[in-house]
């Protein structure tokens, strides 16, 4: 394997004489020099996580995603791709959407109670404090007019994301007996124990893999808080 | 019949059979629906997700497989997870306007405040 690899720190199995990467140990395949998938999936724990980002979505749609992605924003990509296929995993009726409705409650209920209090403000004739962010916009509907393939020049913080998360769906999950796991070999294999503690975990090894400057990767902002599960 | 093609099985250009696991939830007159998820997900993968649950619960799934797909196709990069994280924001911004009302109204309901500023009392 050449050692020019751009995810030459070291952690990349497809550097040096590592063996293959995570990803191409899980398919059983030489791990080419220039593989997109080497940088952020070490031979070791990699595979694990790619066992599920292959189950969800795809070695191959996966690859299309990164190579269209500059690669400097590919950290981010497969560390938000893994959380993804993780939570579809875990939840193969919602995903990570329920996350996201749960999120979207929380916000309605907390304005439906900020429009509350400030009706009492006003009729205690006190000062208003200062308004509240009139771009809270709530979740877009799943029905987009427009099909937009340009990336969207923003970085968000991962930590929010990753972190583990006490309930993540509003609906009974107690109610149904879904097949949780599409495969034994695939889910244990990507579904740690300790609930969210294994995308930080993972998140965090990715991060730290790619802590030192590196060829073709710029820092981006997504760094995770250095707090345990 | 060409006309009675879901719409994954026209996207996939074949024949739609009867129990086909898309056509209760892929339309045909909607087919960004399955070109989102067979973009992000791949058609196999979709089918294979649904087929393993219940089919009370696939509508379902059908719906949040192709808001996750919508979603990162608009940002390749984040996904859901820029949702996610603008809701968490959104959360915190709403969380500090809470407490900054609470703590006015527990201001104004003290007795020295009520007396200095001739309010009535509640």
Known sequence: MSSGNVAGSGSAAAAGGGGPCGACKFLRRKCVPECVFAPYFDSEQGAAHFAAVHKVFGASNVSKLLLHIPESRRLDTVITVCYEAQSRLRDPIHGCVAHIFNLQQQVVNLQQELSYLQAHIAAMHLPAPPPLQQQQQLLVPVSPAILDFSPIPVAYDLSTVVAPQSSWSLYPRQQIEPQRQFSNTASQAAVGVGGGCDLQEMARELLNRHAPPMVGCSNQTSSLPPKSC | ?122
């Open chain 2, 1 to 122: 019949m060409n006309s009675s093609r879901c719409a994954a099985c026209k996207h996939l250009r074949r024949r739609c059979p009867s129990d086909c696991i898309f056509a209760p939830y892929f339309p045909s007159n909607n087919p960004r629906r399955f070109a989102y998820v067979h973009k992000i997900f791949g058609a196999s993968n979709v089918g294979k997700i649904l087929q393993d649950l219940p089919v009370s619960y696939r509508g379902e799934a059908a719906n949040t497989l192709c808001y996750e797909a919508y979603c990162r196709i608009k940002d390749p990069v984040y996904g859901c997870a820029g949702i996610v994280d603008q809701l968490n924001e959104q959360l915190k911004i709403a969380e500090y306007q809470l407490a900054t009302i609470k703590a006015a109204i527990t201001t104004a309901l003290q007795p020295s405040y009520l007396l200095d500023q001739s309010l009535p009392m509640l």
